[in-house]
């Protein structure tokens, strides 16, 4: 066996940096040399503010609190997603972060609830979470280690500034021992016999060696893309959004809500996201109905605030690079592939990048197996992301509008079709492989946008109407009890970043 002894990151940014604080972490009984190479003249695409609670995660692995995170980034919390307009003007349901309700003698929670409102009960299921009770009423808690039972089993991520958590995260790397190279890749040497990439010459002059390669450099994809020549999987027929306008605005207040808000726009959706500094602002379109000018006007007529910079245009496309990992290189973030902002899971793409390259860390030979079964997990995974979000789409009420009409008669993914067959003729969920939403997650698009079983499952008939509608009130009063309990959420960041960020965030 001959190890591995130098990884070289190109490209920093988010996934750069969080390649090299996670990678330096993991490996350092390896004794590894370390290196990120990115150009300070290369601009990043920087408005990745949102996650999910699998970060919180990867703050633990790289030796970060959530306090210290928080404070760094002008961070705040995030119990989930609130989706205005996606099933018609003026309606929102939210997609929290947590269960609903809960099981009783084997049953799901769902079905009991689908029989009251057959019933003509109208509680909507985001009564039943707490997680959805928390966000809507401005609170924070503490997840409990251990709950009671499942009505207080619930989760939380943050919002953050993107570019402050790549800052904070090269700080924590370079002092663990990661190197720093300011410089542009002008050519990239690969080894005649084995094709793996061996160096890249700087324009400068300057060579760089390494026996593993991690391609963090956007879009452009210099190493698996360019270099390599891996193809790239074009998703456009299913997610055929391919543009998006970010800009930042003032806050229009100093108590910012724990929740990302998704609104439906006319050829696509428009992201608030809101920081203790500023509002993170985007609007995600597709340019076969509309056009880059009037997609930035509609923007800026709906900031809250005044523009806190110019408005930053990006063009993608939906899909992946056939290979993850191709020979000595692995790609991660932008480089790897994108899917569109919609569920927040750009950096957790990242991440699980990360513990895949982890858990089946090569040698210098960077034996093929290890990366067919790594290919096949980051492409099952991508596959399970992009039928979620195309669920967003193809469930939407918006008629009358020709690119949700468009979205709407589209023929679905197979996965996505037999998912959507087995809940609407049973009430059940289909399980796959590598799904990063499990069950409630589905459940709160269902059910937000009334797309419901004709019946709940016969074993909801243990128990009679009666006995639901006092069951179901109780924990509804359960729910109500606990959020009563938690602290507005400006006093939780007060408390935890100093009453010096949240004045700042007050005055700006």
């Not at 109208?122 to 280690?145: D, K, V």
């Not at 056009?291 to 993608?316: I, K, V, W, Y």
Request: proline share 6%.
């Amino acid at each position: 066996m001959d190890p591995i002894r130098s990884i070289v990151i190109v490209g920093g940014g988010t996934a750069g940096w969080m390649a090299a604080a996670y990678l330096a972490r993991r490996l350092d009984h390896l004794r590894l040399s370390i290196t990120v190479v990115e150009s300070s003249g290369i601009g990043t695409v920087g408005v990745g503010e949102a996650t999910v609670p699998a970060i919180r995660d990867f703050f633990a692995a790289v030796g970060l609190s959530n306090a210290e995170v928080l404070r760094e980034t002008e961070g705040t919390i995030k119990y989930g997603i609130r989706f205005d307009g996606w099933k018609a003007p003026g309606h929102r349901f939210f997609h929290p972060f947590g269960l609903y309700g809960a099981p009783a003698r084997g049953v799901a929670f769902h079905h009991y609830w689908l029989k009251l409102r057959q019933s003509g009960d109208p509680t909507p299921l985001g009564a039943y979470s707490l997680a959805t009770q928390l966000a809507e009423q401005g609170r924070f808690l503490m997840p409990a280690q251990n709950p009671a039972n499942d009505l207080g089993v619930f989760d939380f991520a943050v919002h953050f500034d993107a570019s402050k958590f790549a800052g904070l995260l090269r700080r924590r790397a370079t002092a663990a021992g990661v190197v720093h190279v300011d410089g542009r890749i002008d050519r990239i040497e690969r080894d005649g016999e084995a094709g793996h990439v061996a160096a890249v010459l700087l324009e400068d002059g300057r060579r760089l060696a390494g026996d593993l390669w991690i391609d963090c450099s956007g879009f452009r994809s210099l190493l698996l893309g360019e270099a390599l020549e891996v193809p790239y999987v074009d998703w456009r027929r299913w997610l055929p959004v391919d543009r998006a306008i970010a800009i930042p605005c003032r806050p229009r207040d100093a108590a910012p809500e724990p929740l990302t808000v998704a609104t439906a726009r006319r050829a696509g959706w428009q992201w608030r996201i809101p920081l203790r500094h500023r509002i993170g602002n985007g609007h995600v379109y597709c340019s076969d109905f509309l056009d880059d000018a009037s997609a930035e006007t509609m923007l800026l007529e709906q900031l809250e605030g005044e523009p806190l910079g110019q408005p930053n245009h990006l063009r993608f496309t939906t899909g992946h690079r056939a290979r993850f990992w191709e020979r000595n290189v692995v790609g991660l973030g932008l480089a790897s592939g994108f899917l569109e902002p919609l569920e927040s899971t750009s950096i957790s793409l990242i991440q699980t990048g990360l513990e895949r390259l982890v858990r089946f860390f090569p040698d210098r030979a960077c034996d093929p197996r290890l990366a067919a079964i790594y290919n096949y997990q980051s492409v099952l995974e991508f596959e399970r992301l992009r039928d979620f979000l195309l669920l967003h789409y193809f469930a939407n009420g918006r008629h009358g509008e020709p690119f949700w009409d468009h979205m709407r008669t589209m023929s679905p993914t197979e996965g996505l079709q037999l998912k959507l067959d087995t809940w609407r003729v049973s009430g059940e969920f289909v399980r796959r492989e590598w799904e990063t939403f499990q069950d409630p997650s589905w459940l709160s698009l269902y059910a937000g946008f009334e797309d419901l079983p004709e019946h709940p499952s016969p074993l909801a008939d243990r128990f009679s109407i009666a006995e639901l509608t006092d069951t179901f009130a109780r924990m509804r009063a359960a729910i109500a009890a606990t959020v009563a309990q938690a602290e507005p959420h400006a006093a939780f960041l007060a408390r935890t970043v100093g009453d010096g960020g949240a004045k700042r965030a007050a005055t700006r």
